[in-house]
């Protein structure tokens, strides 16, 4: 053997099979060439077959043609920014909404919110899971504050 076998891929074996098709070989002899050459790495029996009875047909492309069904979401910076917003405008946004606004499924909503923008849902509205400096800041003094008001009241 010249090369490793595993060097050979999907698209390189099924040319070698396209190759040996047109030198009018049938699809045992075609296997069992793959078989020697390549050896565990060889395609089965029933993918030569398969691939034989495409090249009768006329279809000789060698690479895999695209399969249909949904593709992936990806969700890109400017999506979750704009998820962001959403949640910022109205913190009581339902999931389902947000996804319908942005066309995105309402799981990848979910492991937005909770795992790229770190928020939960806390009686009806998303808040961050933990508070930054500033906001931990900003919430200590308006916690002074509101105890100095109802102390003087109580007074």
Not at 38 to 62: E, I, R
Not at 91 to 114: D, F, M, P, T, Y
Not at 130 to 144: I, K, M, T
Request: hydrophobic letters at 40%; a positive charge.
């Amino acid at each position: 053997m010249l090369g490793d076998a595993r060097d050979f891929n999907n698209m390189e074996t099924r040319a070698v099979t396209k190759f040996l098709f047109q030198q009018g070989k049938a699809p045992k002899e075609i296997h069992a060439i793959l078989a020697e050459t390549l050896g565990g790495h060889a395609p089965s029996y029933a993918t030569v077959k398969n691939w034989v009875a495409q090249f009768k047909l006329g279809d000789f492309f060698t690479c895999d043609a695209p399969r249909p069904g949904r593709p992936k979401t990806v969700i890109t910076p400017e999506i979750i920014d704009q998820l962001h917003e959403l949640i910022l405008e109205d913190r009581r946004i339902s999931a389902k909404s947000i996804a319908e606004q942005l066309g995105i499924s309402r799981e990848r909503v979910g492991s937005v919110i909770h795992e790229d923008l770190d928020m939960q849902k806390l009686s009806a509205k998303w808040i961050p899971k933990c508070l930054n400096a500033d906001q931990n800041v900003n919430g200590a003094s308006r916690l002074s504050k509101n105890f100095e008001f109802f102390s003087a009241r109580s007074k």
